[in-house]
T-cell receptor, first 112, second 113 residues
Framework: GAVVSQHPSWVICKSGTSVKIECRSL??????MFWYRQFPKQSLMLMAT?????????EQGVEKDKFLINHASLTLSTLTVTSAHPEDSSFYIC????????FGPGTRLTVT | GESVGLHLPTLSVQEGDNSIINCAYS??????FIWYKQESGKGPQFIID?????DKRQGQRVTVLLNKTVKHLSLQIAATQPGDSAVYFC????????????FGKGTKLSVKP
C-alpha cells in the first residue's frame, strides 16, 4: 500500500515551453502533497505544499507564477513548469500523505 | 536558523561490515527525524524514524540513535550489503506532523564486495 506515482518519469522540452508533471496517490487519499526539487548530487529542497481544494503554499524563493500547482482531487496534484529554461532542469519529486509522507519515483526534467 | 546536515559526504565499507552514517541538527525544537535511502534516479525510500522522546529505535538491520544533548542523529546498518549502496538522507519534521521535511545534504554509501 501507500504507493505514489509520477508521470512522466522523464521529459525533455525546449526552452520557453511548459511542462506538466503529475503526482498520484494510487491506493490512498491525501489532502496534502509536497513538491521537491533535487539538483544533481544535492539534497531535496521543498518547493511547495499542495493542498486539495485550496491554493498551494510556496517556499521562499520559489516563483508561484512559474511553478503552477493544482491539487484538484485527493489523489492527484500537478506541477506545471511554465516557460521552462535550462536552469529548471532538475529532478522533481512529489510526496503525499497527511501524516506519513510517501515519495514518488521522481521526474527528470531536461530543458534544452 | 534550523538546518540538518551530515558529517561525511561519502562512506565506503566492505560487504558484511557495519555502517554508521551521522547527521547533526541545529534546531533544538526538532521532534521527529526520519532516515531515507535514495537510489540513483529514484525517489527517497523511508528507512526508519524516531521521535525526540526516544534515544534509540531498531528496525531490521538498522538502528537509529538520537542524542539530543549534542543534537546528533545516526543510522547504523548491520552487515552492510551491496544493495545498501545508495545516498542516505536524514530529514527533520517539526510541529507533530511529517509535512514540510527539511533534508540534510546526504551521505553516499558505497559497499565493496
Amino acid at each position: 500500500g501507500a504507493v505514489v506515482s509520477q508521470h512522466p518519469s522523464w521529459v525533455i522540452c525546449k526552452s520557453g515551453t511548459s511542462v506538466k508533471i503529475e503526482c498520484r496517490s494510487l491506493d490512498f487519499q491525501a489532502t496534502t502533497m509536497f513538491w521537491y526539487r533535487q539538483f544533481p548530487k544535492q539534497s531535496l529542497m521543498l518547493m511547495a505544499t499542495s493542498n486539495e481544494g485550496s491554493k498551494a503554499t510556496y517556499e521562499q524563493g520559489v516563483e508561484k507564477d512559474k511553478f503552477l500547482i493544482n491539487h484538484a482531487s485527493l489523489t492527484l496534484s500537478t506541477l506545471t513548469v511554465t516557460s521552462a529554461h535550462p536552469e529548471d532542469s532538475s529532478f522533481y519529486i512529489c510526496s503525499a500523505g497527511d501524516r506519513e509522507q510517501y515519495f514518488g519515483p521522481g521526474t527528470r526534467l531536461t530543458v534544452t | 536558523g534550523e538546518s540538518v546536515g551530515l558529517h561525511l559526504p561519502t562512506l565506503s565499507v566492505q560487504e558484511g561490515d557495519n555502517s554508521i552514517i551521522n547527521c547533526a541538527y541545529s534546531n533544538s525544537a526538532s521532534d521527529y527525524f526520519i532516515w531515507y535511502k535514495q537510489e540513483s534516479g529514484k525517489g527517497p525510500q523511508f528507512i526508519i524514524d524516531i521521535r525526540s522522546n526516544m534515544d534509540k529505535r531498531q528496525g531490521q538491520r538498522v538502528t537509529v540513535l538520537l542524542n539530543k544533548t549534542v543534537k546528533h542523529l545516526s543510522l547504523q546498518i548491520a552487515a552492510t550489503q551491496p544493495g545498501d549502496s545508495a545516498v542516505y538522507f536524514c530529514a527533520r519534521a517539526g510541529g507533530g506532523s511529517q509535512g514540510n521535511l527539511i533534508f540534510g545534504k546526504g551521505t553516499k554509501l558505497s559497499v565493496k564486495p
